[in-house]
């Protein structure tokens, strides 16, 4: 009497096996390419960290500038810290700065090219013991000085904000994410160069804002997800197994 019900539920119960099994391996097998194209990447930024700096790319190469491509390429080149106010982007640390740890800040201000267009500069990272947010006393005030500097740097392109990140300061003129585009709007700096500099040199007599050199130290989870995406696939099939066994012998 039972068995025509035992045969749909067991079938039943072997589909959502199935499908379960095949999630978690599309899973591990997702992980796995994610950790290649990581490698990749991280031996693509370390290639090109390392390479000497090259002329800032002029105003008519800008539109031609892929971040897949040209992201992290060091460039130097002169300009002149715009007396215009600043930005502070809150930082609790980062993937390519070993010395930028614990909260604080990335500060960003503009910088007018001897050809006349703004280019953004990430000055260096501010820790919050360090940083006054006051409108009369930034951190970045004596680096506005009026004269031209040459300035060594890291193209970087503008991030997004998410779902979570948290809406600016304009009355402390703190932001949440590098969106320096954004940033310039809200700030009138007026139109900006479609990326901004990572500062790496010169470093200010007194060390704030602290600039430097970019290390790629990305983490890479990912054979570890894709192991236990695989365990849990070999786990599901083992504990239909032992159930539909159980079913037979009772």
Known sequence: MNQPARKPRVAGFALFTLFLTAVFIALGLWQLQRRTAKHALVAALTE???E???ALPPSSQWAALDPARDEF?????TATYAALPDAMIYSSGSAVRKDASGPGTWAFLPARLPSGETVVIDAGFVENTMQDRSVEDRAVK???TGQPVALTGYLRFPEPPGWLTPAENRDKRLWFVRDHPAIASA??????????VDLEQPVPENGIPRPGPLDVHLKDNHLQYAITWFLLAGAVLIAFAVWARGRRQS
């Open 52 to 54: 000497v700096p090259i």
């Open 73 to 77: 390429r060091r460039v130097s080149f």
């Open 187 to 196: 700030l009138g700096w007026g139109a900006v160069a479609p990326f901004y």
């Open 48 to 50: 090109r960290l390392a």
């Open 142 to 144: 004596k680096l506005v």
